[in-house]
């Protein structure tokens, strides 16, 4: 059974460029949670998603950002017009029930703005 | 072993003696713990969990213990290996709540000395 893999695992983008984050669930789990860290700090909370729903974006930023979970395909975090303050590593997390318990991380993506 | 303070960013230990993680949590509320270990360039990897109706969990070398009354998490590690070199983070969630996200600490860097 694979893990949650997400790609790609490293991306560089320039100040004003797209970003696009996937993440692909372990099998069987249909609930999906992005996070974002930054260097020496914990992981934060920013959206969690089940199938072709956002149950929860209170910790994504009201512009720039957005994350979708369609019902065919991987989750897809977006980030439009990147700023160097967006520079870190993204880590997207599955679980098979809702509530958050027992979420399984993927490897992450890091994202670098120049 | 070597027992820290809270919020101390960083633990050193020789091989071979116990090491142990604090964690101070917030919400009175959570009622689902869990200790993550992070390698370099890695994604969080799940350790150990414990819910809130318990005081104590133990695993395989690693131990979790409870303290609700002062909201305090620890983790010990028995003879601390080179492989448990890492950042230990501690997540708490809301079991029951509408929020499926975990809240992670700050982190806490093990560095295993042979």
């Known amino acids: 059974n694979a893990g949650v893999m997400q790609n790609p695992r490293h991306l560089v983008r320039r100040r004003g460029q797209e970003a696009r984050l996937r993440c692909s669930p372990m099998k069987g789990h249909s609930h999906v949670y992005w996070y974002r860290q930054l260097p020496e700090e914990g992981l934060k909370f920013m959206v969690y998603?089940?199938?072709?729903?956002?149950?929860?974006e209170s910790g994504m930023p009201k512009e720039r950002f957005s994350a979708e979970f369609p019902k065919e395909g991987p989750s897809i975090l977006r980030i439009q017009q990147v700023v160097r303050g967006d520079s870190a590593a993204y880590f997207c997390a599955s679980s098979p029930l809702k509530r958050g318990y027992e979420q399984f991380f993927g490897p992450g993506t890091r994202l670098t703005v120049l | 072993g070597e027992s820290v303070g809270l919020h101390l960013p960083t633990l050193s230990v020789q091989e071979g003696d116990n090491s142990i993680i604090n964690c101070a949590y917030s919400?009175?509320?959570?009622?689902?713990f869990i200790w993550y270990k992070q390698e370099s360039g890695k994604g969080p990897q799940f350790i150990i969990d414990i819910r809130s109706n318990m005081d104590k969990r133990q695993g395989q070398r690693v131990t979790v213990l409870l303290n609700k009354t002062v909201k305090h998490l620890s983790l010990q590690i028995a003879a601390t290996q080179p492989g448990d070199s890492a950042v230990y983070f501690c997540?708490?969630?809301?079991?029951?709540?509408?929020?499926?996200?975990?809240?992670f600490g700050k982190g806490t860097k093990l560095s295993v000395k042979p």
């Open positions: 919400n009175s509320a959570s009622d689902y």
């Open positions: 998603l089940q199938k072709e729903n956002i149950i929860d």
């Open positions: 997540a708490e969630n809301v079991y029951g709540g509408s929020q499926g996200n975990l809240i």
